[in-house]
């Protein structure tokens, strides 16, 4: 078979492997990871149907590379700063703890000498970043307290992974020690390099690139950015995970943070089930035969250890109870850049032997696979706890109104909303609008808001209405139907665009929606009749009852049709009394927006 149908065949298998088993597995409440760990299995080491199994994982590592840019895209550099003493105080911690422990038991357990005993510990104590979080986003607990104080922990051990492989090196007693100081410089030097394109390039680029309206040019920067970010660490001697968090941190403050992530999700999903995949297509049964009963006995020692430490390193930081169980149930596992440690520390005959690497590789796979046990088990063991709330620090994705569209009627509805002390989450797709608000002050999201994706990037799960005040007509049809199709919770506040249009707002249900131009041109006949000599509280109640006149009229209209309640209508001046109802029925010759259906006038361009 060719090489290009051969590739053609192994990705619909993986696409295949995901597409049965995640559904399954998640109907039984086992969670789409061990599903898609258990298809990898199926997959490779029982039908032998895909190969090269290194090949796929080294692709598919690029699904965690774009999970670690969502999670930096939700963390602004303020926030990322006050974590810093869970990152290098409890991180580091859990390293050392974990790794000092995991290589006496490694070297009393007779697995390798001391020197291989110390990368073994060590390696075994760093978890897996693409589990743990996948977890996290599953149960909605990525921005909780504990959740963020996992992360900080995983953050850590992938800033390890440098010293440890410089490590190797020095216990390897290489006749060319390498001097450690140069690769820190370069990693260093990397890390500011990212930060000074974040903070002067990136956001210029996407606000080019928005300006064009070229949609398919937006997701290419997306993913250039992401990529090329995750390249630049990896020649620096970094993890891409590392590079990738770098460069959403730098974009978490842009205008333009839930249109990446919306951009980048779809690709994040599917690549990160093809790791899972192939993880468990990486799993060697014929190691784990061989060596099964010290397997049995490693997985659930390393486990019960790292899960032991953290808890007693989190009850320390400061942890109540419950996260403290919730960590060491979400991070007992080895991780992925275990693979990397054990595959360079057996090379070339090193540390120790290749059947002792894939017994280790093969310890480190099975415990991945029982993470989502583990974690299942730590919510068992904290069921009387109250839920606890989300840590509110990332500005625009948890408000109570989610604001789609800034146009002149939004800009005044946010005023009130922002003056009463009311958070709002503003999108908006128009590039010079978010440019000129920002200009005074105003914090505006890039985004199309007839996307769901978009949507849901912005926090419609936690917002309690949705004001819509786009100003096309069909595309605030569009925003009203997706929302109360996918987001029934939401109330949702609509400005129309003309007198037809809040007729059919109506019959869609919206809980409320309002003409831009009626209550100006209420106000601005008062205060013409005050000019001419009316009094300002007769002014007031003419309007009042022209306002009450209109709803009564649109109650009618939407059941009965347009032409209904004319006769409610001042064609002509009432004499004697301003109030009294008109002798004959009014003709339909006035404006639209207020009166029928004649043509508006054009949308604004702003």
Not at 521 to 546: M, N, P
């Amino acid at each position: 078979m060719s090489a290009p149908n051969t590739l053609f065949t192994e990705t619909l298998l993986l696409l295949g492997g995901a597409v049965v088993t995640a559904p399954i597995f998640k109907k039984l409440g086992l969670g789409t990871v061990l599903g898609y760990l258990a298809a990898g299995v199926v997959i490779g080491p029982i039908l032998h149907s895909i190969g090269d199994s290194e090949a796929v994982l080294a692709v598919a590592e690029l699904g965690v590379v774009f999970l670690l840019f969502i999670i930096g895209l939700e963390l602004k550099p303020s926030r990322l700063w006050q974590m810093r003493r869970d990152i290098f105080g409890l991180g580091t911690a859990q390293v050392v703890l974990s790794g000092l422990a995991l290589m006496v038991a490694s070297y009393f357990g007779g697995i390798a000498g001391w020197k291989g005993s110390i990368i073994i510990g060590f390696g075994l104590a760093l978890s897996s970043t693409a589990f743990a979080m996948q977890i996290l986003e599953q149960q909605g607990d990525v921005n909780t307290k504990y959740g963020q104080r996992s992360f900080s922990m995983l953050l850590l051990q992938d800033l390890a992974i440098v010293p440890l492989l410089a490590l190797i090196t020095v216990l390897d007693g290489a006749k060319e020690t390498a001097n450690p100081l140069p690769s820190l410089a370069i990693a260093l030097g990397a890390v500011a390099a990212m930060i000074i394109a974040g903070r002067y390039l990136l956001t210029p680029l996407f606000q080019v690139i928005a300006r064009t309206g070229a949609r398919e040019a937006m997701i290419a920067a997306a993913l250039f950015v992401v990529m090329g970010s995750a390249t630049l660490m990896q020649l620096a001697g970094l993890s891409m995970a590392m590079g990738a968090f770098l460069s959403g941190v730098m974009l978490a403050e842009s205008s333009y943070r839930h249109e990446l992530e919306a951009d980048i999700e779809p690709f994040r999903g599917v690549l990160l089930a093809i790791f899972f995949i192939a993880v468990g297509l990486s799993l060697k049964l014929e190691v784990i035969l061989d060596n099964w009963l010290l397997i049995l006995l490693a997985v659930p020692v390393m486990m019960i250890i790292k899960a032991v430490l953290i808890y007693a390193l989190c009850r320390v930081a400061g942890s109540p109870h419950n996260d403290a169980v919730r960590i060491a149930g979400l991070l007992p596992q080895g991780g992925e850049f275990g693979f990397v440690l054990f595959s360079a520390a057996s090379a070339n005959g090193g540390l120790f032997s290749a059947n002792t690497a894939s017994t280790l590789i093969a310890i480190v796979t099975l415990s991945m696979a029982l993470t989502p046990l583990t974690s299942a088990l730590a919510k068992r063991l904290v069921k009387g706890d109250t839920q606890e709330e989300l840590d509110e620090d990332f500005e625009g994705a948890g408000s109570d109104v989610l604001m789609i569209g800034f146009s002149r009627f939004g800009q005044i509805a946010a005023q009130i909303l922002l003056a009463s002390g009311r958070d709002v989450t503003v999108i908006d797709f128009s590039a010079d609008r978010i440019r000129q608000a920002s200009s005074f002050g105003f914090r505006i999201y890039f985004g199309d808001g007839t996307r769901k994706d978009v949507l849901r990037s912005a926090g419609i799960d936690r917002a309690k209405i949705v004001v819509v005040s786009t100003h096309q007509r069909e595309v605030t049809n569009k925003i009203v139907e997706l929302v109360q199709t996918d987001y029934p919770h939401a109330r949702i506040f609509v400005r129309s665009y003309d007198r037809v249009h809040s007729i059919d707002l109506r019959r869609k249900g919206v809980d409320y929606e309002l003409r831009e131009t009626l209550e100006s041109g209420l106000l601005f006949g008062r205060r013409t009749l005050e000019e001419l000599g009316v009094s300002e509280a007769e002014a007031y109640e003419i309007g009042e009852d022209i306002r009450k006149r209109d709803e009564q009229r649109l109650v009618l209209q939407v059941s009965e049709g347009l032409q209904a309640g004319s006769d409610m209508l001042y064609s002509r001046p009432v004499k004697p009394e301003p109030l009294v109802k008109p002798k004959r029925t009014a003709e339909t010759y006035s404006d639209a927006d207020d009166l029928v259906a004649l043509p508006q006038e054009e949308p604004e361009r702003a």
